[in-house]
């Protein structure tokens, strides 16, 4: 229950998600006993600015975490961006919420229909799985987000010139996801943590539809007025179409990774739950579309 005494804790707030969910929670509770967890306080001045309290701490030292958790209520832990070592990471947050006795541990992980090395995007999932384990062997209270595949990383993967090229050139065959907003999901956390009944729950946080990209380039010609249409090459063109382009290969391997995940239906949850915890329509992708491409 969130009340005057609640002191609720925010980590990764200088990333998009987390930051979202300052600002949301903010608005509707005020800043008092707000805080948020900030590796490098240099770059935490629009934080400061906003009267939040902030916590030194880093994902990769123990100590910090266990010292920057103590007297905290609420802990909106989310997910290291660091892949190849977020295992360990995840781990030390863990522990160091177990040792602080953190009464509630709110987790953002991610959809996904596989939980084996047999996933095609294993290498995100497996720290995603460890953690929900860890979290729940703990005996800490827990509320475990399952995050459905971001609308925000439509536009990176089809590229700002779509619009012109007229193609989204994608290798992720008739494969639907449920591609939901991250400004949505941060609400999903704050009414996790500003209310009631959340306790050992796990929530698929996703839009009520699925979509395919041949979907996608529907509403985008109906947007723009311009045909679009959806190519759907296997991985071998994708990869060579995009050898010799100045994108990172370690983009472009992600990229076909998730994609070929889309494929084989990784990201096909179609569910209500957010729009029950939000009191609202989620955005819907019509709508994240005509703002991503200013339509």
């Known amino acids: 229950m969130y009340n005057k005494m609640s002191k609720i ?4 707030a200088t990333g998009h998600l987390g930051f979202s969910v300052v600002d949301e929670l903010i608005e509707k509770k005020g800043t008092k006993n707000v805080s948020v967890l900030v590796r490098d306080l240099s770059k935490a001045s629009k934080l400061k600015e906003k009267g939040v309290q902030l916590i030194q701490g880093d994902y990769n ?3 910090s975490l266990a010292s920057a ?7 909106y832990f989310v997910s290291g961006s660091d892949i190849f070592n977020r295992s360990v990471q995840h781990e030390n947050i863990v522990k160091a919420a177990k040792a602080a006795k953190v009464n509630h541990i709110i987790y953002t992980s991610f959809q996904r229909k596989t939980d ?9 999932a497996s720290a995603h799985i460890l953690a929900e384990k860890l ?10 987000l399952k995050h459905a595949l971001y609308a925000d990383i439509m536009p990176m993967f089809m590229g700002d010139q779509v619009l012109n090229s007229g193609v989204i050139f994608l290798p992720a065959g008739n494969g639907k996801a449920s591609f939901t907003s991250r400004a949505d999901m941060a609400s999903a956390g704050v009414a996790v ?5 959340h306790e050992n729950k796990t929530y698929e946080i996703s839009v009520g539809k699925s979509y395919t990209f041949s979907d996608v380039a529907a509403i985008l010609t109906g947007l723009s007025g311009k045909q679009i249409h959806y190519a759907a090459p296997d991985v071998e063109t994708f990869l060579k179409a995009f050898a ?8 472009i391997q992600a990229m076909a990774a998730f994609c070929v995940a889309i494929s084989q239906g990784e990201f096909d949850f179609p569910d209500n739950t957010l729009e029950k915890l939000i009191g609202r329509q989620p955005q819907s992708l019509k709508d994240f579309l005509k703002n991503a491409y200013t339509l």
């Open 135 to 144: 979290i729940r062997e703990s005996g800490l209270t827990y509320t475990i």
């Open 69 to 75: 958790f103590m007297g905290i209520e609420k802990l």
């Open 244 to 251: 010799k382009s100045d994108v990172p290969e370690e983009s």
């Open 61 to 63: 030292d123990y100590n």
């Open 116 to 124: 084996d090395d047999t996933s095609p995007i294993a290498f995100v």
């Open 9 to 12: 804790l925010i980590t990764g």
């Open 193 to 197: 943590l500003t209310g009631e009944g």
